[in-house]
């Protein structure tokens, strides 16, 4: 019995060596080509490496155009106007508080301004005199009007009289006039003006002008 049973045991190694075998043969045969007889390699083929992946390609920044910066135009030199030459300064005359044209002082009494010279009329009643104290009455009045109260305030501090101090007026101070200095410095010229009546001149009015 025993052996029996070692004998199955044989046959069935014995079969499963003969199929082992059988295999491996199947696997190595070989292959026939116009070549010649090539062995299959029964060891499966090695796969290929693959491909490294493309990097992926950086977008190249175009490069900016070139600024040329323009260079500032320089302004043009300016050139100063000549400086005009001053000419030498004119003694002026303008000394009145009148204006140009005519001005009423009272109701009898006007003076006209015309440049630098003012004439007062006082051709009226009460007023026409040959008498040096009446005609100094018309100064006092007048004068402060036609120069400014400023300028006159020495003459009101004159004594009756001595102002005009009994000088001829229808003659010398009719031809050659007489000179008041003012209290801003300057000096008025005063030309006593004439009218012929019928007993001869009668004063109705003088001119003044402005010395410096």
Not at 45 to 69: E, G, L, M, N, T
Not at 135 to 145: I, K
Not at 154 to 177: I, K, Q, Y
């Amino acid at each position: 019995m025993q052996f029996l049973g070692l004998a199955s045991v044989a046959g069935v190694l014995a079969i499963a060596g003969v199929s082992a075998a059988s295999t491996l043969r199947t696997r190595a045969t070989p292959e026939s080509t116009s070549e010649g007889t090539v062995v299959s390699d029964p060891r499966p083929a090695a796969r290929a490496p693959s491909a490294p992946k493309q990097a992926a390609q950086k977008p190249v920044a175009a490069k900016a155009d070139s600024i040329v910066q323009q260079a500032a135009t320089a302004p043009a030199p300016v050139t100063p106007a000549p400086t005009p030459v001053s000419e030498p300064a004119r003694p002026t005359r303008a000394g009145f508080v009148l204006v140009e044209g005519r001005t009423q002082l009272t109701d009898s009494v006007y003076a006209i301004r015309t440049g630098d010279s003012v004439l007062v009329n006082f051709d009226a009643f009460g007023f026409r005199t040959r008498r040096s104290a009446k005609l100094e009455q018309s100064l006092r009045l007048t004068l402060p009007m036609v120069f400014g109260k400023t300028a006159t305030a020495s003459v009101d501090t004159m004594a009756p009289g001595a102002f005009v101090t009994e000088r001829d007026v229808v003659g010398a101070l009719a031809s050659n006039g007489m000179r008041v200095k003012l209290d801003n410095g300057a000096t008025a010229h005063i030309r006593i003006l004439t009218r012929v009546v019928s007993d001869g001149p009668i004063a109705i009015g003088y001119v003044t002008t402005i010395e410096r």
